[in-house]
């Protein structure tokens, strides 16, 4: 399943065999010379600029690792990951020797991965809020936005426990209002 290619190392004689011009969407041949033209216009037009590298570390790094867009005749994308090392012959000239193969599905399952992450990552965020929301509801009058009883339980537990390591002194103040209940009845909270 892997496509085999060879190229001068300025890449200005490119030969391919069956495999690399069926992934790159030509007509397969056994033994195809491509041109650099001809590599370019299979390449998503996004990808043609960085087809052949920057030249900032082609001398330094003998080996070439790239995942390319390539645009199929029918419309389509396909993924190509290649793969090539340079190597030096015994009269001092290089080329470049790779494989290429189809990492499409991985591509897409990645892609569906990273957005399904994305998603999980706004739900939580969401449900965080949620909870944020029901326990403000919970603890606080909907009117005033006062604590209630509830909440007056929970700063009263916090107080007295042992937890904190010291004591704290405090005291409560009880208000009772005559009639109050009936405020409440009629006129509301």
């Known amino acids: 399943n892997c496509g085999i290619w060879e190229a001068d190392h300025d890449f200005s004689n490119i030969t391919w065999n069956e ?8 007509p397969p041949e056994p033994e195809r010379h491509v041109t650099r033209d001809d590599y370019l216009s299979c390449l998503h037009p ?21 995942t390319q867009r390539v645009l199929l005749p029918n419309g389509t994308l396909r993924y ?15 080329k470049v020797v790779g494989i290429a193969f189809d990492v499409t599905a991985d591509v897409l399952l990645s892609e569906q991965l990273s957005f399904a992450k994305d998603e999980a990552e706004a739900r939580n965020a969401e449900l965080e809020q949620a909870k944020t929301r029901i326990e403000h509801n919970a603890l606080h009058d909907p009117l005033t936005g006062l604590a209630n009883r509830r909440k007056l339980d929970q700063q009263l537990d916090a107080l007295s426990s042992p937890a904190s390591g010291e004591r704290k002194r405090f005291a409560i103040l009880h208000l009772d209002l005559d009639r109050f209940k009936q405020i409440n009845d009629t006129l509301g909270h």
Not at 19 to 26: I, N
Not at 49 to 66: K, N, W
């Open 19 to 26: 495999r690399m011009c069926e992934l790159y969407g030509l």
């Open 46 to 66: 996004d990808e043609r600029p960085f087809a052949f590298g920057d030249g900032s570390t082609e001398a330094e790094d003998p080996d070439r690792i790239s």
């Open 80 to 94: 190509v990951k290649a793969v090539g090392r340079v190597h030096s012959n015994r009269n001092g000239t290089k």
